[in-house]
């Protein structure tokens, strides 16, 4: 199969954007089984799902046009500077605020690793189209979980993405 010439710098941008990917899975899989509101844990069972969806796609999307295989895993340094690693300890709070907080704060840094992507200049075509359907998902999320605090403050869209 033919890759793109550059397909190793594509593969070290989109590589760090599964792992942030899953680490959202992984935070709202804590958060659906640690919370005692029923609605909220609805909320953060079909986050996960979604996510899981896109970790999937993108893994996909890396493997077929890009010859690579992420295998996924996560340092506890790294996973705090993803925006996860507090949601354990709010948890234990048996408050859903701070739990809501913190995947607001994981939703925030995963939308700025996703507009630094599109930013970069890297991703052409199919790779930019969907790093950028992505963002908007993750924008769309970070929306829901301000709902659920109770806000309803507008989200800004991702740099490249149509929304």
Not at 75 to 90: F, T, V
Request: charged share 20%; hydrophobic share 45%.
């Amino acid at each position: 199969m033919n890759y793109p010439a550059n397909h190793a710098e594509i593969a070290a941008i989109l590589n760090p954007l599964v792992q942030t990917l899953h680490d959202g899975v992984e935070g709202y899989r804590t958060a659906t089984a640690e919370t005692q509101t029923p609605h909220l844990r609805e909320a953060f069972a079909q986050l996960a799902v979604e996510r899981a969806e896109m970790v999937a796609t993108l893994q996909m999307c890396v493997r077929d046009h890009l010859g690579e295989h992420y295998e996924l895993g996560s340092s506890p340094a790294a996973a705090a500077h993803r925006g996860w690693m507090d949601l354990k300890a709010a948890l234990t709070s048996l408050d859903d605020g701070p739990v809501l907080a913190e995947c607001e704060r994981g939703e925030d840094f995963a939308i700025e690793q996703f507009r630094a992507a599109l930013e970069s200049g890297q991703l052409t075509g199919e790779f930019h189209a969907l790093v950028a359907r992505q963002a908007v998902a993750l924008r769309d999320a970070l929306q829901r979980i301000l709902l659920l605090q109770g806000q309803n403050a507008p989200v800004e869209p991702p740099v490249g993405s149509a929304g």
